[in-house]
């Protein structure tokens, strides 16, 4: 962000309001990833994401620019499902948020053709979600195969991004191999790593063990100074070895409203929905934001207190206008 964005962000939080949006474009999915938070039991509450309803054709566009009207983020995450089953919607309404000059994050599978029209789209930055190298990212996200992708992203500049999970990590040099390809290919402008977050209770194989999470983040700062294309500062190294404790103390989730397919509920009580374990937290955005939080102004006040206390006058501040 830069220095008049920061600000802006600030001033939204001491009104009360959330600088950052994420939007679960439609409950659809053609595919059927293992370890998936969006289908899982505990992302809504009572109501799994497939049953819940959702919007399409005008209607979609009409309620997203009038959610966006009412909350004025400053950023849009624009997540799934897969949000290119409403490719159509999006055409429409990627110009629309340009014009308001909304940055926008698409984070797709790459599953079917990017349109080549949103090439000219200067608020956009699309996402592609790629689980590691070919034999593994194509056992687990087919019919979104790294053939497909490839064709799929032709003529565009993406930023891929990798959940790393324990399957990954059981062979050496895995992630080194998966860099390596990406930074050959010319659409991949940026590669970002997250790692694996999972939920209370979960005995999933894709957790990672202690010990995994101080190997990979090593791993990732070695990679940093060969592979120029890796966006994963050091701010953010650290805050995969020390996410914040609970929601509470996220930067990210605090400042990020998170809504599903019908444009009503809420996730909670971050874009993970259910009850994350928030010390094996794995998201790039939250593990910067801790890490920058920590910095301490003059080195006594850190910023997330800074930012704690503008939270709650601007709720305080929200709650008188009302």
Request: aromatic letters at 6%.
């Amino acid at each position: 962000m830069t220095k008049n964005a920061i600000l802006g962000a600030w001033g939204r939080v001491l009104r009360g309001r959330k600088p950052l949006l994420s939007i679960e474009i439609t409950k659809e999915c053609p595919l059927r990833c293992p370890g998936c938070y969006a289908y899982e039991p505990e992302h809504l509450g009572d109501t799994p994401l497939r049953q819940l309803s959702d919007y399409r054709g005008s209607q979609l566009v009409d309620a997203v620019l009038g959610l966006v009207r009412r909350h004025r983020p400053l950023h849009i995450s624009i997540v799934g499902g897969e949000p290119l089953v409403r490719y159509r919607e999006l055409s429409i309404l990627l110009p629309k948020l340009d014009r308001m000059k909304i940055e926008v994050q698409l984070v797709t599978s790459a599953v079917r053709p990017l349109p080549l029209e949103w090439r000219s789209i200067g608020c956009l930055h699309l996402v592609v979600s790629v689980d590691g190298l070919p034999p593994e990212h194509d056992r687990r996200r087919a019919p979104a195969t790294y053939e497909r992708i490839l064709q799929n992203i032709g003529g565009h500049q993406v930023i891929v991004h990798c959940t790393i999970t324990r399957q990954q990590l059981a062979r050496d040099g895995y992630l080194d191999e998966f860099t390596q390809f990406w930074s050959a290919r010319p659409e991949a402008r940026k590669i970002w790593f997250s790692m694996f977050t999972p939920q209370e209770g979960q005995d999933s194989m894709e957790r990672l063990a202690p010990e995994d999470r101080i190997r990979a983040t090593k791993e990732i700062g070695v990679l940093t100074t060969r592979y120029p294309k890796i966006d994963v500062s050091p701010h953010t190294l650290e805050g995969f070895l020390r996410p914040p404790a609970t929601p509470a103390e996220c930067i990210f989730a605090q400042s990020t409203l998170c809504v599903s397919a019908d444009l009503a509920t809420k996730i909670t009580p971050c874009q993970f929905g259910g009850r994350p374990v928030c010390s094996e937290c794995g998201c790039i955005a939250s593990a910067g934001l801790a890490a920058i939080g920590r910095y301490k102004i003059g080195g006594i006040l850190p910023l997330a207190s800074i930012f704690s206390v503008s939270q709650a006058v601007g709720k305080k501040l929200a709650g008188i206008g009302t």
